[in-house]
């Protein structure tokens, strides 16, 4: 007997709105798709998320299969889905979609608030010493997840390339503990009052990924690497925030600018290509959960942007003395 | 040191002074407003009342009483001289502090609106999808809580006897979020969000960390069960289902699963037993447990305000797309 047929979903595809006309996105595109019933047509994408078999649409629906003939044909057009999900994939094929994945992600990661003020003066200082301060939690944290992923590694090839990563990056938090100090703030008062809950489920959801199996933690490392490894962009975003934030002269831009330098000439961009490039087949169930990860992840960075803007917006500047964090404080922000 | 419940506001007001919550409202006025508002400038730098004393030129007593004021209100938390406690007077201070954190909780915008009635269908439903991953996870997080030998049998039992008791509760949500007309079939395939994956990752290595650790996350989750374990449990619950029809059968579910948990005694404090087998505790020790107890208090805001961002609309809920790689085939 012969499988159903299951017509799958590219991701990602969301439902922005289905009142008067079908309107889908991906990360990159808002589609419109005219020539269908909407609401009709989103239950049915639904449905195919559901795993719903093709024959049985109709009935799922309540269409009949002309309709849904047609409705497929349409989102097959805008290659929205595809007839059949591939038994396994190459490497090559992985690492092509993830470097797709990064770019797209990386333009909405960094065209945040929390980004564009940092890059256009309009951030409160107070912000700027928040955004140094996690980053420096975040950057110790690297002994928390690479170490971590080493241990967890069950491929020795891949195992050693995470060794090579970690002993490249577990000093690195050096840079930003000088760039604090340059502004006055003591790295031993930021240890003790210790990270902002959501970077520590930045750190965390890398560990979970290490966990579950070696090729996640790459995929999340690969999109962290890949911000950091755009040196040109670094550069004039380093640039900007030194113009606009370093009116006494502190340089305490200079250590984070050799720490995108040195990361450059490790040539860490190119770790996640290292690790998935050598690999003849990856299965469907195995890559599905490679990107569910990473896309978690990049869920995941976006909630700790937001936080760090917030936190350190509504609640006054770091204070050398402070015992611990105020997380959540019901208080209107104090004055710039 | 001491903690001011972070959703606590304070105010001047022409000569007066005001802090409050939403549910108290403390007025100072002259001197006794001087006194206060100093006390509260300098609470954030000072670990115990003799530093307090000495920061604001007060006296050790008039800073006591000052203090007495905001904990009788539990505005204020007292974790200063800690060392020396009684296992007795601990257990009492982690209750105080376990409800300190909770009341925090439950003080924010989507869980005060979700009590008093005012969610969206899209918000209650969404709550009870992402509170089904949560209690998914016990297969997670409370295993490797329980995954540990080390130490005695009578004391670790009771990590053991809590995750093999709490091993399938998921089903219970799973069933009541069917009978709203969600896919039983295809939700245990959706990712969770983001947010409610922070709380499991955490949840995750507290129970890694130390039995210590893993036995204090549940302290924020005892203290919400212990005040919903009263007699009037039952209206509760009917009030919620009063509010959200539409959700009965979840309500239902969690009114079961309360149940369950309190025949079965989960809504007592796990800790007291890991406390007696790590005795004597630490100072470092012991700052660690109320460190994890306001720790899982941040992770659960976080998964609560998860929810209300991202359930808005109907195919929110019934739509979360499974991540796939199919789009590796189509470059």
Redesign the interface.
């Known amino acids: 007997m012969q499988p159903a047929a299951r017509h799958?979903?590219?991701?990602?595809?969301?439902?922005e709105d289905?009142k008067e006309r079908l309107v889908l996105s991906t990360d990159t595109e808002r589609i419109v798709v005219d020539g269908v019933p909407p609401h009709a047509t989103?239950t049915l994408?639904?449905r195919l998320?559901?795993?719903v078999a093709t024959e049985q649409l109709a009935s799922a629906v309540y269409l009949d299969q002309q309709h849904v003939s047609a409705i497929l044909s349409v989102l097959h057009r805008e290659?929205l889905t595809?007839d059949e999900?591939?038994d396994t994939?190459t490497g090559r094929?992985?690492a092509?979609?993830l470097l797709?994945f990064y770019s797209d992600w990386n333009e909405a990661l960094f065209s945040g608030s929390l980004w564009s003020s940092l890059a256009n003066g309009t951030a409160v200082p107070r912000v700027v010493d928040g955004w140094l301060i996690e980053q420096y939690h975040f950057i110790r944290g690297a002994n928390a997840r690479l170490a971590y992923a080493a241990a967890h590694a069950g491929d020795e090839r891949i195992r050693r390339i995470f060794a090579h990563h970690y002993v490249e990056e577990f000093d690195h938090h050096a840079f930003f503990a000088e760039s604090l100090r340059r502004r006055h703030i003591d790295p031993e008062a930021v240890d003790r009052v210790g990270p902002l809950?959501?970077t520590?489920?930045v750190i965390?959801?890398c560990?979970?990924a290490a966990r579950l199996d070696c090729l996640c933690y790459a995929a999340c490392s690969g999109l962290l690497e890949s911000t950091g490894s755009d040196a040109t962009r670094a550069r004039a975003f380093y640039k900007a925030v030194a113009e606009h934030y370093d009116h006494d002269g502190s340089n305490f831009v200079d250590p984070l600018q050799k720490h995108s330098d040195l990361d450059e000439g490790f040539g860490h961009g190119s770790v996640m290509n290292d690790v998935f490039g050598p690999i003849k087949a990856i299965s469907?169930d195995r890559?599905?959960q490679?990107?569910?990860t990473v896309?978690?992840?990049k869920?995941?960075l976006?909630?700790w942007f937001a936080?760090l803007e917030r936190y350190y917006f509504v609640n006054p500047p770091f204070?050398n003395?402070?015992?611990?964090r105020?997380?959540?404080?019901?208080?209107t922000a104090p004055g710039n | 040191m001491f903690i001011v419940r972070p959703d606590v506001t304070i105010r001047s007001e022409a000569s007066r002074l005001v802090v409050e919550d939403a549910n108290v409202s403390l007025a100072f006025e002259g001197e006794s407003a001087t006194a206060t508002s100093s006390v509260l400038q300098h609470i954030a730098f000072c670990r115990t009342v003799s530093e307090l004393a000495e920061s604001t030129k007060l006296s050790a007593r008039t800073v006591k009483s000052i203090l007495a004021i905001f904990q009788e209100d539990n505005l204020i938390l007292d974790l200063s001289d800690m060392s020396g406690l009684t296992t007795h007077d601990l257990v009492k201070k982690i209750h105080q502090a376990s409800s300190f954190w909770n009341m925090h909780v439950m003080q924010q915008a989507f869980p005060s609106r979700f009590f008093a009635g005012e969610a969206t269908w899209a918000e209650v439903l969404g709550w009870g999808i992402e509170h089904y991953f949560f209690t998914r996870a016990v297969n997670e997080y409370m295993a490797r809580g329980a995954s540990r030998t080390q130490g005695a049998t009578r004391h670790l039992e009771e990590l053991w006897k809590h995750y093999a008791e709490e091993a399938f509760h998921d089903e219970i949500f799973l069933h009541g979020l069917e009978g709203c007309g969600l896919d039983a079939h295809s939700l245990p395939r959706r990712p969770p969000l983001a947010s409610t994956m922070a709380l499991l990752n955490f949840l995750f290595e507290k129970g890694a960390e130390s039995a210590l650790a893993y036995a204090s996350v549940f302290c924020v989750m005892q203290a919400g069960a212990q005040a919903h374990n009263t007699p009037d449990m039952e209206s509760r619950y009917d009030h919620l289902r009063s509010c959200y029809p539409f959700a009965s059968s979840l309500f239902d579910a969690f009114e079961k699963h309360d149940n369950m948990d309190a025949d079965l005694g989960h809504d007592a404090l796990t800790i007291e037993a890991i406390l007696e087998e790590e005795a004597p505790l630490s100072d470092k020790q012991i700052r660690q447990i109320f460190e994890t107890i306001e720790q899982t208090a941040n992770h659960f805001m976080l998964h609560l305000e998860g929810i209300a961002r991202h359930y808005k609309s109907s195919r929110s809920v019934t739509y979360r797309q499974f991540p796939n790689a199919i789009g590796a085939a189509l470059l």
């Open positions: 799958a979903l590219r991701f990602p595809l969301n439902i289905e989103a994408i639904e998320n559901a795993g290659g595809v999900e591939p994939y094929q992985i092509a979609l797709r809950p959501t520590s489920a965390n959801m560990r979970r469907a890559a599905n490679i990107i569910e896309a978690l992840f869920e995941t976006q909630i936080d204070d003395r402070s015992i611990r105020h997380y959540r404080a019901r208080v």
